[in-house]
Structures are given as C-alpha cells and as structure tokens.
C-alpha cells in the first residue's frame, strides 16, 4: 500500500513539474514590462520585417520570420542589439512596434545559465562592439565589411561562445524560384550571383535545437 501511494506522490509531481515547465516556455499573456524582467543578454529575438525585401527573405527561406538580433540590457533598459542600417542599439518597444503586428518570438540557448557566464555574456557586449556602426550587407557577404541580421548573432555567438546556431547555407540552397526573389537577385547582383557564397538565413537559426523557446506573442 506505501508502495501504491510512493508511486501516485511521485506521478502527481512529475506532472506538476512538467506543467511549469511548459508554463514558464510558453508565456503568451505577460507583458512587456513582464518580459522584460525575464529578458537575459543574449536572448534572440525573431520578428517580420515590413522592409522591402522581407517578403524575398521569406519566400526563398520558406520562413515567416525575417529579420532577427539580439538582446542587451543596457542602463537597466532592455535593447536589441541588431544589423540594420547602420548596426545599433534600438530599444525594445520601438524594435517590437517596427515589426508586422508587432508580433514577436524570443528564443534562448539552451542551458544557457551554464554556458552564458557573466564573462561569457561581457564577451558577447564586447564582441559586438566591433560590429557598432557597421553598415548593412545587402549583399549577404560572409565579411565583417557589411553585415546583415542573422549574420550578426551567428558570428557573436561563435566567437564569444564557440556556438554555432543554426545550419550555415548556400545562397543556392534557399529556393530562388519565385519571381519576387528573382527580381531581387537581378537588381543586386545582375547575371552574377553568387551562388556558393556562404549564408546563415534567421530561419535557420529560429528552428535550431540549441535554442528553446521563452515568449511568443
């Protein structure tokens, strides 16, 4: 009989445990101000992009999300440090509101509280200042020249914390079928596109399995 009832203590907690873990990754009704007690250094954070080429972004990645970057707390106010024009600091609720529907995901590394250290998240901050100021690559080049989005939070995480989140690509391997795409292509490169050119989509890194997801709106 303590056996029977071991056995039930230890299936009613094993759930309990499980629906606050489901909970605490799934917070669809807190607020802003909520969130942004919950928000760490180094949160990626996923929006739409109403920029003129995120429809081509979405359609060649087959992905609804566009544009990407990362957050800081900074001053104790919450930015997103992100590759735009030029790379800066913006502040959360106007990056939120620049987004279609204002909707957003925010994703963290996985077992982050043992991978980010405090010195690991400083690198990071310190790292990223080489990129301040940087103008944006609309031609998705590999270099520190110019620098886009994703390309950003990809090259932080693997130097800060030898990470690498999501799959790097070939410009050939998105999908480049569709005319939206197509007409892009054309008014960047000409008949000269750079197919082989090394590429990391904000796609790729939103379905990476190093990351979990912590708030989505």
Known sequence: MKKYYLLKRIVFFSILIIGLAQTSCNKKNITINELMLELQDGD??????????????QLATHSKYSHMGMIYKKDQAIYVFEAVQPVKLTPLEVWIKRGKN???VVKRLKE?????SPEVKLKIKELGKQFLGKDYDIYFEW???RIYCSELVWKIYKQAANIEIGKLETLEDFDLSNEVVKKILVE??????PNNEIVISPE????SEKLI????N
């Open 143 to 145: 270099t520190n020249n």
């Open 44 to 57: 990626i954070i996923f929006q739409t992009s109403l920029s003129a080429q995120s429809k081509a972004i």
């Open 204 to 207: 790729s890194m939103f379905n």
């Open 188 to 193: 960047r490169y000409g008949d000269k596109i």
């Open 112 to 116: 982050s509280d043992k991978v980010l």
């Open 102 to 104: 204002e909707h957003f």
């Open 213 to 216: 997801t912590i708030f989505e």
